[in-house]
Each structure stands twice: as structure tokens, then as C-alpha cells.
């Protein structure tokens, strides 16, 4: 008989279907494949019996009851993608969860606590200009009303892509108000190349990176790239293009920093007009807030400089401001414990990447587990993780529910 831990790589590969194009997976929040994900994710849930309901902004829970009616214990990720994404990030936690919860009907377990498998709204920000925007509205960090007015790069906000029929809300599912939470686990795959470089299946996670991202806009003088001398230019992408090395620079000379711009936009964006207007994104982290502060700082004095000598004026926009979020020493022994006990050895591993675990982690104890990416590449399609290793990271999820359930009992 098999295990619902093995419907964790089946339900992978069908969900993998949704939004894929030859450049990968592009499943945007409140797009038609992200929606038909939500589909997916609610025939699972329902065929095993499980309690749908979701939020105003689209995050979508599976409630399995527990003998209490308390705070559940949450467990989760998100089936959004990056324009290029894979068929790992985030649907492997969304999937591993209702697989664990399957696990417990399976094993007949009766927790104290109910707990909800969850899909969180939009974490990778790629559609919608806020990462975690679900788990940030869940955690209060973020008002309902705020998100809903976000807008797409076609001025769509949120408020209209989820009244949609094609990549709305589910009509069938019941609204229902924010919750507490006793307990919040996320599985994930380590989108990095530890796990695999020490040859181990299992990676407790001990931090979250702190994480800032903004809007750079540099605006100098158009005109005609033949007839300007150099002399008399404000070249606002050759602006852009000291913002951009300093990101590098800075971020290589502070250890254990990474810096990236990942978006260039350029206007007029014309072969014989110079550049009169350029946006740039910047993501900056590190396991040290401290660190993301001195770039940012470091930065501010680039601009100043740039704007002395090229004439031309620079705004850095902060968007969003994430301090690195530690995880809960409890529910990390409740991890290792799972991990001992089907004999497998775990690594403690800090996260780089950012996660829906650290909006949680600000109303909730949260910890992490992950699995292996293999060559630790993540974001572009190759993202792949062996099917023995997602089904491993499931039954060790299962374990720990009921150690945390154990641990928390009823208060
Ligand atoms: O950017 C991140 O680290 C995450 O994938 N949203
Ligand atoms: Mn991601
Ligand atoms: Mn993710």
C-alpha cells in the first residue's frame, strides 16, 4: 500500500503543469495557474476530508479537527512562483502539508489541536510588489485593504485579479476571518547547495536572512545620442550602472551579504536616445540586520557621489523590510527529534532565502524543514529535488505535527 507521503511527487508533477512555458513555471498570484493550483489544492483537501476556508487576499487553508477546538497548528507554503520558477519552490510545502495531514488519517493519530494545511497568497511579490504578501496580511504585518490595493505592472490591483472568475477567490469556499495559531511549520526545498554538498537529506533551519528590498529611480537628461557631447551628459542608466556595481561591491565586501539587482527598466529605452529615466530593484540580505543596515547606508553614500558628478538625481525606495527572523528552539527539537527517530541525520542550516516562516514567526513559534535542491540551484526550471528526499521531508513532517501537538497540548 502506499504511503500518502509518495502522492507528494505525483501531486508535484501535475501541479508542475500549471503556468509552465519553456522558461519555466510562471504561476503569479491571481493569475488562471495559480487559481487552477488553488483547484488542486481544494479537490486534494476535500477528497481526504479536510475543512477548506480562505481569506480576503487568498490564502487557503485544509483543516483536519483535533479533540480541541483551540488554536490549530499550521503547516505550509505557497503555490506562487517566480517568472521563472520551478516545480519545488513553495507547492513542495503546500503539498507536503495535506500529504502529512493524510498521513495522520492514515496512522489514525488524534491531535490535541487541529491543524490546517495552508497556501499562502504570494510570496514571491512576482506578480503583486509585496513578498509574502499573504502570510504578512495573516500576521497583521500588512492591512487587508493595503494589499488589496496593490497593482500589477498593468495597473490590476489585487482587489480585482481576486474578483476575477478565471484567477479569483474559490466561490465555493467560505471566508473567514484571521485566526491564531499555536504552532507554524513550512517544508521546503533549500533552493541552495549545503544539504547536498554534506550529503545529507534533512536541514533544520536555525534563521531566516533579514531581508530589504527597494525601488531605485534615476532620472538624468534625454536626448539625442548623436549630437550630445559627453561632457555635457546626465546619463541615467550609466547612473544606474554605479548603483548597480556598488550593490555588488558592497555586498561582497560585507561577509556573508548578498546584494542583487534583478530588474532593470529603461526609458525611453531607445538605441539613439540617452537614457533619461531608469528603475532598478535591490535585494539586500544577510543573516545580521546590522549588515543590511551598513550596505544600505554604504549605498546612500554612492548616491550622494553619483549624483554630484553625473547630474542627475537618485531616489532609493524602501519596499520592504524584513529583520532576519529566528526559529523556534522548541519546534526545531520537535524537528531534530522526528528526524532521529526514522534515523536520519539533520544539519542545522540558516536560510538565505526568504519564507512565508518569517511573517509567521512574528505572531507564532515557527520552524523549518528542508530537503536538498540538486546542484542547489532554485528560481529557473532545472530547480529539482529527488523523489526520495520530497517523500522523506513528508513523513518527517508528519512526526513532528504530533510531537509539536504532544509539546503544546491544550494550553
Ligand atoms: O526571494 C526569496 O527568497 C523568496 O523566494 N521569495
Ligand atoms: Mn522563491
Ligand atoms: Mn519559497
Known sequence: MTSPANDVVARLLELSALGRYDGGIDRGLATPPERAARERFAYWARRAGFTLSQDVVGNLFARRSGMHDVAPIVVGSHL??????????????VVGALCALQILDRDKCVTTRP???VAWAGEEGSRFPLGCLGSSVFAGLTSEGDALALRDNDGISLNAALQSRESGSLPDVPVRPRQETAAYLELHVEQGPVLEAAGVSLG????????????AIVKGASGHAGTVPMERR????????DIVLAVEREARSSAGAVATVGHVKVEPNGTNIIPLRVSLSVDIRSSEDARV???ERA??????????????????????VRAAAPMDARLRAALHRSCAAIGQPALDITSGAGHD???LSRVAPAAMLFVPSVGGVSHIGAERTEDRDLELGVAVLAAAIIEVDR???QN
Do not use: N
Open 80 to 93: 506562487d512562483t517566480v517568472r521563472t520558477g520551478g516545480a519545488y519552490d513553495g507547492a513542495y510545502g
Open 299 to 320: 549605498l546612500q553614500t554612492v548616491i550622494a557621489e553619483t549624483e554630484r558628478r553625473r547630474g542627475v538625481q537618485i531616489a532609493l525606495e524602501r519596499l520592504e
Open 234 to 241: 546626465s546619463d541615467a542608466l550609466c547612473g544606474a550602472a
Open 357 to 359: 516562516a518569517t511573517c
Open 115 to 117: 491543524v490546517e494545511a
Open 407 to 409: 509539546d503544546l497540548g
Open 293 to 295: 543596515e551598513h550596505i
Open 204 to 215: 533544520v533551519v536555525t534563521a531566516i536572512a533579514a531581508q530589504r528590498r527597494y525601488r
